[in-house]
């Protein structure tokens, strides 16, 4: 089990699919400033303290798209009340140096070194991931790592109720509101919402099919602000605690 503080609340994480790196979002919501950095991992998917990249202090009104091969891309909004965005911005995310802006651009895939964005209309080309330069179709040549995102079950779901009875069932804690529920081939994994002492908390639940418990944590007081409950990469259940903590969990 490994804990890693980070100096404002957590809002997204983001493994990369080619490279052990973690592209993680974070804002200061009374400061009005958001930041993107990158976690250098091993080969495992445990993060190395020691070798910290630098935050990079983006604007407020950004979408962070992901981490590829270390390069972190975000959308840009000009105008806010517009939910287009204007423009595709590319960062090192090792050196926290801008790479390149490519305005008009919307983000659709990455597929190794290469960029599918939508630029005019219907209109797809493919941009270079390090130059943002038009270039042409090419067969990846990197293999890419599966990340486990889990399942959404917001209420009214047709599954949810199973769901909570299991929760109920292994827990003894009653959930309410919606699951993120993820299978694992040995493992289930499961984020909930419960009531303890009139205070709504949100657990982070891992349980074998057979029904044992590997590990049982609280994740927050109240309702999370952040967009990412848990993945799983690496051979790693990849999370946050408490927002500030991203935490990593090693299963098989």
Same mark, same amino acid.
């Given at each position: 089990?490994?804990?890693?503080?980070?100096?404002?609340?957590?809002?997204?994480?983001?493994? %990369?699919?080619?490279?052990?790196? !973690?592209? @993680?979002?974070?804002?200061?919501?009374?400061?009005?400033?958001?930041?993107?950095? #990158?976690?250098? =991992? %091993?080969?495992?998917?445990? =993060?190395?303290?020691?070798?910290?990249?630098?935050?990079?202090?983006?604007?407020?009104? @950004?979408?962070?798209?992901? =981490? /590829?091969?270390?390069?972190?891309? =975000? &959308?840009? /909004?000009?105008?806010?009340?517009?939910?287009?965005?204007?423009?595709?911005?590319? +960062?090192?995310?090792?050196?926290?140096?801008?790479?390149?802006?490519?305005?008009?651009?919307?983000?659709?895939?990455?597929?190794?070194?290469? @960029?599918?964005?939508?630029?005019?209309?219907?209109?797809? @080309?493919?941009?270079?991931?390090?130059?943002?330069?038009?270039?042409?179709?090419?067969?990846?040549?990197?293999?890419?790592?599966?990340?486990?995102?889990?399942? &959404?079950?917001?209420?009214?779901?047709?599954?949810?109720?199973?769901?909570?009875?299991?929760?109920?069932? +292994?827990?003894?804690?009653?959930?309410?509101? *919606?699951? %993120?529920? !993820?299978?694992?081939? #040995?493992?289930?994994?499961?984020?909930?919402? /419960?009531?303890? *002492?009139?205070?709504?908390?949100?657990?982070? !639940?891992?349980?074998?099919?057979?029904?044992?418990?590997?590990?049982?944590?609280?994740? /927050?007081?109240?309702? *999370?602000?952040? &967009?990412?409950?848990?993945?799983?990469?690496? &051979?790693?259940?990849?999370?946050?605690? %408490?927002?500030?903590?991203?935490?990593?969990?090693?299963?098989?």
């Amino acid at each position: 089990m490994q804990r890693l503080p980070l100096p404002h609340p957590i809002y997204k994480i983001s493994p %990369d699919p080619y490279e052990p790196y !973690l592209g @993680i979002e974070f804002r200061d919501s009374e400061q009005r400033k958001a930041y993107v950095q #990158l976690v250098t =991992c %091993d080969e495992n998917g445990q =993060c190395i303290p020691d070798q910290v990249n630098p935050a990079v202090e983006v604007p407020w009104w @950004i979408n962070f798209l992901g =981490c /590829f091969h270390g390069i972190l891309l =975000c &959308h840009s /909004f000009d105008n806010p009340e517009v939910p287009r965005p204007t423009a595709l911005h590319a +960062i090192d995310g090792r050196t926290g140096q801008p790479l390149w802006t490519v305005s008009g651009a919307i983000w659709q895939e990455t597929v190794d070194q290469m @960029i599918s964005v939508q630029v005019i209309e219907e209109k797809n @080309i493919f941009l270079d991931l390090r130059t943002g330069m038009q270039t042409t179709i090419s067969s990846p040549t990197n293999l890419k790592t599966e990340i486990g995102i889990p399942r &959404h079950y917001p209420e009214g779901n047709q599954y949810l109720n199973a769901l909570q009875k299991l929760i109920r069932y +292994i827990t003894e804690n009653q959930p309410i509101g *919606a699951c %993120d529920y !993820l299978e694992l081939p #040995l493992l289930i994994i499961i984020s909930y919402y /419960f009531y303890e *002492a009139d205070k709504l908390k949100n657990n982070l !639940l891992i349980v074998t099919k057979t029904g044992q418990v590997q590990w049982h944590e609280s994740l /927050f007081l109240g309702e *999370a602000q952040g &967009h990412t409950t848990f993945v799983n990469w690496r &051979h790693q259940v990849i999370y946050i605690k %408490d927002q500030v903590y991203l935490c990593c969990y090693a299963v098989s």
